[in-house]
T-cell receptor
Framework: GAVVSQHPSWVICKSGTSVKIECRSLDFQATTMFWYRQFPKQSLMLMATSNEGSKATYEQGVEKDKFLINHASLTLSTLTVTSAHPEDSSFYIC????????????FGPGTRLTVT | QKEVEQNSGPLSVPEGAIASLNCTYSDRVSQSFFWYRQYSGKSPELIMSIYSNGDKEDGRFTAQLNKASQYVSLLIRDSQPSDSATYLCAGIISGTYKYIFGTGTRLKVLA
């Protein structure tokens, strides 16, 4: 149980284009989903907290107009990187906290984004 | 002080030995902790959670929480080469559901 999927697993895009990443909880409902970014040899940095049916809460320093988050249902959240630039290249990981036990987060497999 | 601190390692142990991974935390972090294992290029995998003072055992893994010392540890018994990974300690920021991660400790189990 507690499986989270992400799609795509990797993507290469050109500078200036937008990329959408999907995060789904497959066997549980998640009121809250989280989006993280991880640069090489660094730990995970929380970008934003996404609650179903409401606006995402962004961490300090994260541009909400650049990283658009939509949490349309209890099993799906999406992150859109708009006007991507090479410095946005990173490993993006989502996690989902079950409605039944919101303290434990289960992570998706991650999406490796490369912007050329 | 960082909210959650870990020694980055690498920590090298021989196969079959006990690996001991440690984490300290600040007052800003509530006393719910999680240990994740992360293989290179992969996302974190939850190993154990611990909420109460004392020890919690699950198979070869034992998590220990000492609230007075603001210290949480993970022991891995009978370490295997497949345990070689980065181990992340995460705590919850008080009053939220948000995690804050330590920088991770890289463990190498030598065959």
């Amino acid at each position: 149980g507690a499986v989270v999927s992400q799609h795509p697993s990797w993507v290469i895009c050109k500078s200036g284009t937008s990329v959408k990443i999907e995060c789904r909880s497959l066997d549980f409902q998640a009121t809250t989903m989280f989006w993280y970014r991880q640069f090489p040899k660094q730990s995970l940095m929380l970008m934003a907290t996404s609650n179903e049916g409401s606006k995402a809460t962004y961490e300090q320093g994260v541009e909400k107009d650049k990283f658009l988050i939509n949490h349309a249902s209890l099993t799906l959240s999406t992150l859109t990187v708009t006007s991507a630039h090479p410095e946005d290249s990173s490993f993006y990981i989502c996690s989902a906290a079950p409605t039944s036990g919101p303290y434990e987060q289960y992570f998706g497999p991650g999406t490796r984004l490369t912007v050329t | 002080q960082k909210e959650v601190e870990q020694n980055s390692g690498p920590l090298s142990v021989p196969e079959g030995a006990i690996a001991s991974l440690n984490c300290t935390y600040s007052d800003r972090v509530s006393q719910s902790f999680f240990w994740y294992r992360q293989y290179s290029g992969k996302s974190p995998e939850l190993i154990m959670s611990i909420y109460s003072n004392g020890d919690k055992e699950d198979g070869r893994f034992t998590a220990q929480l000492n609230k007075a010392s603001q210290y949480v540890s993970l022991l891995i018994r009978d370490s295997q080469p497949s345990d070689s990974a980065t181990y992340l300690c995460a705590g919850i920021i008080s009053g939220t559901y948000k995690y804050i991660f330590g920088t991770g400790t890289r463990l190498k189990v030598l065959a």
